[in-house]
């Protein structure tokens, strides 16, 4: 069974191992996004104290880890290009899949959870950013229901910005 559930500040050390294995996984496709500076362990008890860091647990095992903000993302507010609507957005960062989970397709799963948490607190619409050479990111992104939408500035570089409106 697949879940999203709240970090909490004892999870911090274990949703940074998945960071690390996505850092891993991003250098073995051949680009950098993530950097040993960021993110690092106090982004993602930032995350956490923020009530936006969650772990994607299968049958009970950390598997992944996502922050999920409803406060928007002022990176946001400049694109070249336009966004599909102004409504109210949550805001996906940080996504990562621990070593043993990474390619199993968990990714679909873990957007259909984050589809349903939007839902819940009266959310329709996401937003997401990735790097250009982050091509497997823009695939999997696509394939869930997200349009790219435009460039924005981002931790100090071009990503490409993405959004889906939950029907």
Same mark, same amino acid.
């Given at each position: 069974m697949?879940? @999203? ?49 969650? @772990?994607?647990?299968v ?21 070249a ?8 957005y ?10 043993r ?7 679909g ?7 349903? @948490?939007?839902?819940?607190?009266g ?11 982050? @091509?497997?990111?823009q695939?999997v ?27």
């Amino acid at each position: 069974m697949n879940t @999203l559930e709240l970090a909490r500040m004892e999870d911090a050390a274990a949703c940074y191992r998945v960071i690390e294995d996505g850092r891993a996984f991003q250098q073995e496709q051949g680009f950098v996004q993530w950097t040993k500076s960021y993110p690092d362990l106090d982004a993602i008890r930032q995350d956490i104290r923020a009530g936006d860091g969650y @772990l994607i647990r299968v049958d009970g095992e950390n598997a992944g880890y996502v922050s999920v903000g409803f406060d928007g993302e002022p990176a946001y507010a400049s694109i070249a290009g336009r966004w599909h609507t102004e409504e109210p957005y949550a805001v996906i960062h940080r996504m990562a899949f621990a070593r043993r989970f990474q390619g199993t397709g968990l990714s679909g799963a873990a957007f259909a959870l984050i589809d349903a @948490l939007c839902r819940s607190k009266g959310v329709r619409n996401i937003r997401i950013n990735t790097a250009p050479p982050n @091509l497997r990111m823009q695939h999997v992104l696509e394939k869930n229901g997200f349009s790219r939408c435009g460039v924005i500035v981002f931790q100090g570089g071009e990503k490409i910005a993405y959004d889906k409106t939950l029907p």
